[in-house]
Each structure stands twice: as C-alpha cells, then as structure tokens.
C-alpha cells in the first residue's frame, strides 16, 4: 500500500511539474522549432508518467490505449528535439511527422490488437522496447557527435546531461519492461522508475532556470550579418583590447591563410594554431562573432569564397564543383545545401544573376 501510494504521489508530482513547463515554453517559445519540440516531449512525458507500468498482463482500455501511443512517439519527438536543440539550422520535415504517426500508431495497434493475443505480449513488449532503445540510442549518438563543434558553453553542458539522462531513464525503462517482474518486485520497480523520473524532470526544470533562454532556443545567426562580420574589423564590446587582438588575429587567419580549406580542420587545431585555450575561443567565436556553431562558422567563410569565384567573370567556366571543393566543401551536395541556406539561391543560380548584372 505505501509503495503504491508512494508511486501515485511520484507520477502526479512528474505530471504537474511537466505540464507547467510545457506552459511556460508555449508562452514564450511556441514560435520556434525547439521550442514546440520541447512542449511536445513534454506532454509526452506527461502520458507517458501516467501510462507506463512494469509487470502488468491485463488487457489496456481504449482510454489508456492513445495515451500509451503518445507515450512511445514520444520517443521520436526526443529525437527530433535533440536535433532542434542542437542543431540551429535544422527544420522540420514532412517525413518527421511520418515517422512519429508510424510508431505511435503501431503502438496503438500493438496495444488494442497484437499484444492481447494469445502468446503474444511478451515479443510485443520487448519490440516496443527496442524500438524505443533505437531512437534513445540515435538521439544520444547525434548528440554526441555534434558536441565538439557546439560554441554555446551553457548547451554543451547540457548535452552531458542530456546524454546521462537518456541512458540512465531511457535504457533503464525499456530494459525493466522487457523483464519478468511479478507482485511486490513490480511495485518496487514501478516506484524506482517514478522515483528516476521524477528526479530528472527536477532536474531538467532546474537546468531550465539556470542555463539562459538564448543559449537555449535562439535561432541560428543571420548568415549575411555574420558574413559581414567576418571580413570588417569588430569593434570592442566590453571584453577588452586582449579578446579584441584574439579576433583580429583569428581573422587574418581565416583571411590570409585560409585554413576553412584544411580537411577535418577543429576548433583544438585552430585554437593550438592561435596560441590560446580552446574555452577562450569558443567563446571568442560566440560571443563576439556571433556564431553558436564552429561549422557554421567554417561554411560561411568557405561561401564567402565561393560567391566571390561564382560572381567573378573569369572564373565562369570553371565547374560548380571545382569552386565547392576548392573553398573546402568535400563534395557538392552539403555545398548546395550550405549556399542555399545562406544565400536563398543555389550556386549556379547565383552565377547566373551575377552575369545577368555584368
């Protein structure tokens, strides 16, 4: 009795505290894409605090049914969350929403239909889990990877967390699931899983308070401003003559020397290049250049080059491809998508207007 009122009072907890977080990102960031993400995955957690249960065979209602649907799409909307709130430039895709109606929809199937029948509960319930396992571990993988080339200190903080918290809940979740647990072992360990998650949903609204706003869901920089940026001197913010040398040379660095050209060139090699603690120019790059990632900041002078070859009449018959490569672009499709996404047209429609202009 005291373990289940115990678990009641855990999950209630979880769920108040979910959805006055969900409120206060609808009202100040329901215009940006990581922000309706983190509202979805919130909900999502909701359902999911109030639906998921460790060891029970009785049959689901048709009530409970599309809360435990939204509970497991809720795996997706981390994984796109996690995207978004990492990746500045990412967008959501028509597929996105595909791939979230598949497993939430198998998951109502599963639950009204394929699990209820005869043998089948267990190897329904252990391809939930694996399915779920399979985005954690995605999310988890993207996160990651993308951890070096992040210039906001507070996110790249948070990624640790992220990834911690993933791993601990996530695979822990899936794996009591797939489990055998009966009577007073399955209320122990319905009340651990109430007690972890409700720990890191704490944890996360305290992060919430304090990591900024900004490093969190601001949107990627103006690729022109930031362009310009990178070829006028800047002037002092505040931060000092010091920093202020730090980013002139840096600059004349990229300029002179034109080391975005370098393959697999880091922010450690740049920084060793330059004499200084890499923490000392990330926070150059983000903070006085205003870039949140050090790829973006590698593509926009590699643009800048390549629409200086593309807009130069002598240069008009040299391929699209030669000048990608040159700038130091690996191959032309991540060039097209970069210029594109930075200019609104694509390479050799911007050669094109430029001829048009001359």
Partial sequence: MLLATLDIALRAGTVALLLVLAASLLRDFRNLVAGRLAIAFAVGSAAHAVTYTIGSTSPVSIWHAPLIALSTGNVVIFWLFTRALFDDAFALRWWHALVWAAVAVFSFVNCMWIAPAAGNLRISMVAINLLALGFIALAVGQTVASWSADLVEGRRRLRI???????????????????????????????????????????????????????????????????????????????GAADQRLVDALLRLMADERIYRHD????????????????????LINQRLGYRNFNVFLNNHRIEEAKAALADPSQAEVPVITIAMDAGFQSLGPFNRAFKATTGVTPTEYRKLNEARA
């Fill in 161 to 239: 967390f992220i990834v911690c918290a993933a791993a601990l809940y996530g695979g822990m979740n899936a794996i009591m699931q797939m489990l055998i647990f009966r009577g007073e072992a399955a209320a122990i360990a319905n009340t651990a899983n109430a007690a972890v998650l409700a720990g890191i949903v704490a944890a996360i609204s305290f992060a919430m308070m304090h990591v900024t706003a900004t490093d969190l869901f601001q949107a990627a920089p103006d690729a022109t401003a930031a362009a310009d940026s990178s070829s006028q001197p800047i002037a002092a913010q505040g931060t």
């Fill in 264 to 283: 697999n060139i880091t922010i450690g090699a740049l920084a060793t290049k330059l004499r200084m603690p890499e923490y000392k120019l990330r926070r």
